[in-house]
C-alpha cells in the first residue's frame, strides 16, 4: 500500500512527485510515455512566472536547467486591433524579469532526472490505468497489465482528458473554442530585445515570446479552419504569414521547425477533490493559452497540495475529503479568476462590433496609462501578487 499514486508524469504531476522527495510519503508515480529530450529546438514553448521559477528552484530543478536555452521576458507589448497598445516593463513593475521562456520538454526531461534519484518514488512506465474503485481506506488501482496497487490518496496529474477524473466520476464542462494553438519556431533578422509581444488580431491572438539568441517561438491561437491553412503552408509561406501578421517586427523570420497545433477548450471542473482523490494541472482546468498560464497554474496546484501533504500531521488521513477541501479552497479563486479573465479578454477579441473594437482598443491604452493599475496586472500576470 502506497501513501500516494500519481496518475500523469507531465509537468503537473512529476513536479508534486519531486516537491515530496524529502518527507516519509511512499509515492507510485503511473505514466504512459516518459519525456524524450529532443536535441533541436522544441515547439512546445511556456512562459514561466517568476513565482513558479521559484518552485522549480525551491525544489532543486531550476539550477539544472540550461541557462542557454532560457531566455528572460524583459518587456511585454501588447496591441490591439486598432492601435490599442499596453506595455509592460520589468523595471517599471520593481522586478529584474517578468518571466522566462522555456521548452516544454527541456523541465519535463529534468523533472523525470530527478525523480529517477528519489527513493521514496516507484515508477510504474510505460503504463495505464485499467479500473479505479474506493474503499473506505483506500484508492485501488488496477494497471493494464494486471499489476493492482493501493494508496490513501490517487492523484490525478493525467491532463485535460483525464481518466482518473472520469474514473471517480468528478464532473468536467469542456467548451471547445473551435481553436486551435499553432506553435513553431523561428528565426528573426532583428534582435528581441528579450521582449514577449502579443496581437489581438479579429483571426486570433499571436504571440511571439523570446528564446535565446535571434529567435522567437509563437503561439497563434486561431479559428481552425485558418490553424488547417497555416499548417498547410510551406516553410517559407508560413514564415512571411507570421511576420506579417506581426507587422514584420523584427524584420524577415525563417522557419526552425515546423508548425504543429493544439485544440483549445475552457474545461471547468467544479470540485478539485472527493473522497481519496484530487487533482492537479490540467486534470482540474482547461484555459485559453492566450495569458500562458495553464502550467503555471499546474505548479502552483503542485506547490499548495505538496505543502498540505508535507505538513499533515502525522495522524491525518490524507485521503480526507475534509483534508483535501482546504487544497480545493486554497486553489479555486486563483483558477476561476485566470480562466473568467482569459476567457472575457478573447470573447472581447472576437466579437466584431465596430464600437466594442473602439472601446478594447481604448481600454488598452488608458490602462497603459493607469501605472498603478498596470503595475497590479503585470504582477498578478508574473505570479508576483500571488
Ligand atoms: C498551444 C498551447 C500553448 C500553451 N502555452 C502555455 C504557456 O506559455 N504557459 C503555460 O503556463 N501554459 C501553456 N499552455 C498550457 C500547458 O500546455 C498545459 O497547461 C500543461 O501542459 C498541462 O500540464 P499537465 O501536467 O497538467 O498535463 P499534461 O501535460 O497533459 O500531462 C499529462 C500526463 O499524463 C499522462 N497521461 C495521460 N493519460 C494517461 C493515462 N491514461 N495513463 C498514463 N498516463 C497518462 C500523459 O502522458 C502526460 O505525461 C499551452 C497550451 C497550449 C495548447
Redesign the pocket.
Known amino acids: 500500500m502506497f501513501d500516494l499514486i500519481i496518475?500523469?508524469?507531465?509537468?503537473?504531476?512529476a513536479s508534486l512527485a519531486v516537491a515530496l522527495r524529502d518527507t516519509p510519503l511512499s509515492i507510485a508515480l503511473?505514466?504512459?510515455?516518459p519525456?524524450v529530450c529532443a536535441s533541436g529546438w522544441d515547439p512546445?514553448?511556456?512562459?514561466?512566472s517568476p513565482a513558479n521559477a521559484r518552485f522549480l528552484g525551491d525544489i532543486g530543478v531550476w539550477e539544472h536547467l540550461e541557462a542557454s536555452r532560457i531566455a528572460p521576458i524583459e518587456t511585454m507589448e501588447v496591441a490591439g486591433d486598432k492601435g490599442g497598445r499596453l506595455c509592460f516593463s520589468a523595471a517599471e513593475t520593481g522586478v529584474p524579469e517578468l518571466g522566462w521562456v522555456l521548452e516544454?520538454s527541456r523541465i519535463a526531461c529534468e523533472l523525470w532526472e530527478n525523480l529517477k534519484r528519489q527513493r521514496n518514488l516507484t515508477r510504474f512506465c510505460p503504463?495505464?490505468?485499467q479500473h479505479l474503485d474506493f474503499s473506505e481506506a483506500a484508492a485501488n488501482l488496477t494497471l493494464a497489465d494486471g499489476q493492482a496497487l493501493s494508496a490513501r490518496l490517487i492523484v490525478g496529474?493525467?491532463?485535460?482528458?483525464?481518466?482518473v477524473r472520469g474514473a471517480a466520476g468528478l464532473e468536467a464542462l469542456g467548451t471547445p473554442y473551435h481553436e486551435q494553438?499553432?506553435?513553431a519556431n523561428f528565426a528573426t533578422e532583428k534582435p528581441h530585445g528579450n521582449s514577449a509581444r502579443q496581437w489581438f488580431r479579429n483571426d486570433g491572438v499571436l504571440a511571439w515570446?523570446p528564446l535565446p539568441d535571434q529567435r522567437v517561438s509563437i503561439?497563434w491561437?486561431t479559428p481552425d479552419a485558418q490553424a488547417a491553412e497555416l499548417l498547410a503552408l510551406p516553410e517559407t509561406g508560413l514564415a512571411e504569414r507570421v511576420a506579417a501578421a506581426g507587422g514584420h517586427a523584427l524584420g524577415a523570420l525563417k522557419t526552425l521547425t515546423p508548425a504543429a497545433a493544439?485544440p483549445?477548450r475552457l474545461i471547468r471542473v467544479p470540485r478539485l477533490v472527493a473522497h481519496r482523490i484530487a487533482l492537479?494541472?490540467?486534470?482540474g482546468h482547461g484555459?485559453h493559452?492566450l495569458s500562458?498560464?495553464?502550467?503555471?497554474?499546474?505548479f502552483q496546484d503542485a506547490r499548495v497540495l505538496a505543502e498540505r501533504l508535507r505538513t499533515a500531521p502525522e495522524w491525518q488521513d490524507i485521503g480526507e475529503e475534509a483534508f483535501l477541501r482546504r487544497y480545493q479552497r486554497d486553489r479555486r479563486e486563483e483558477i476561476l479568476f485566470l480562466q473568467t479573465a482569459t476567457d472575457a479578454l478573447r470573447r472581447l477579441f472576437r466579437a466584431p462590433s465596430a464600437p466594442l473594437a473602439g472601446l478594447r482598443n481604448a481600454g488598452f491604452s488608458l490602462t497603459d496609462k493607469l501605472t498603478p493599475l498596470k503595475t497590479w496586472l503585470a504582477r498578478y500576470a508574473i505570479g508576483a501578487a500571488l
Do not use: K, Q
Open positions: 496518475l500523469g508524469g507531465g509537468l503537473a504531476g503511473v505514466e504512459a510515455v519525456p512546445r514553448i511556456y512562459t514561466i516544454s503504463a495505464r490505468p496529474a493525467d491532463g485535460r482528458d483525464s481518466w494553438g499553432v506553435v515570446l503561439v491561437a493544439f483549445l492537479v494541472g490540467d486534470a484555459i493559452p500562458g498560464h495553464g502550467v503555471n497554474l499546474g
